[in-house]
């Protein structure tokens, strides 16, 4: 069965550096996009970014670009995002997602984790 | 970028009744040499995480109740809900998948009136 498995919840101050996880299980993980959505408390979705593990192309949203870091690693099957300086405003929950037809950039998310909340505050 | 709009922002629909969102797409997402339409609809219910509906505009997932259709071409898509039942009160989202960034709409909360 497929699977993506996201680490548990985060509690994390201003300025503070932190990287959420996601583990695709069932799946070919190495050749198929993986994205990143996030979800603000109350609010709708917003795409932030894909990553293809197989040669780590990633592709970010103008809105997240620089302010965050998609990586993955395929020897674990995990995907990562990572922030080097947290902000209150990055407040929310986040899911990872993966695209149906492998290779193909521009395709949906057929398979969605359960998502990481992460909470900043001071 | 790509900016979808949905309409309503909410609705209230009476059980066995129909429900219709719109979404409107800034730019078009019909790639025309396939004549597909880039185009995904998705529900959320509370604390749960999105889940797929239909892709390329009109073709449901397997395993989305028949209940569940959506039309439209271009930039301008609806999804139809036929005979509403109360497991279907929801948060709807279009999204495009046809240029960097795959946006989504705001979402349309639906629910039983």
């Known amino acids: 069965e497929e699977q993506l498995v996201q680490s548990g919840a985060e509690l994390k101050k201003p300025g503070e550096s932190l990287n959420i ?8 993980f190495r050749y198929n996009w993986i994205g990143w ?7 709708g979705l917003e795409w932030m970014g894909l990553i293809y593990p197989d040669d780590s192309d ?3 949203s103008p809105s997240f670009q620089g302010q965050v870091t998609i990586s993955a690693d395929q020897s674990t099957n995990t995907a990562y995002l990572h922030w080097s300086s947290l902000r209150a405003s990055d407040t929310g929950v986040y899911y990872c997602a993966k ?8 395709d949906w998310f057929d398979l969605w984790g359960q998502g990481t909340p992460v909470t900043v505050s001071s | 970028d790509t900016v979808m709009t949905q309409s309503p922002d909410s609705l209230a629909v009476s059980l066995g009744e129909r ?4 979404c409107k797409a800034s730019q078009s997402v ?3 040499p396939s004549n597909m339409n880039y185009l995904a609809w998705y529900q959320q219910k ?12 009109s073709t449901r997932e397997s395993g989305v ?3 569940f259709s959506g039309s439209g071409s271009g930039t301008d898509f609806t999804l139809t809900i036929g005979n509403l039942q109360t497991e279907d009160v929801a948060v709807y989202y279009c999204q495009q998948y046809f240029t960097i960034p795959h946006s989504f709409g705001q979402g349309t909360k639906l629910e039983i009136k």
Not at chain 2, 19 to 22: L, Q, S
């Open chain 2, 46 to 57: 509370p604390g749960q995480p999105p889940k797929l509906l239909i892709y390329w505009a």
């Open chain 2, 19 to 22: 429900a219709t969102i719109n």
């Open chain 1, 21 to 28: 996880s996601c583990k695709g299980f069932g799946y070919n």
């Open chain 1, 99 to 106: 695209h149906h037809r492998g290779p193909q950039m521009s």
């Open chain 1, 58 to 60: 990633a592709r970010y």
């Open chain 2, 30 to 32: 019909l790639y025309s």
């Open chain 1, 37 to 43: 959505v996030r979800q603000m408390p109350g609010r």
């Open chain 2, 65 to 67: 109740p028949d209940r």
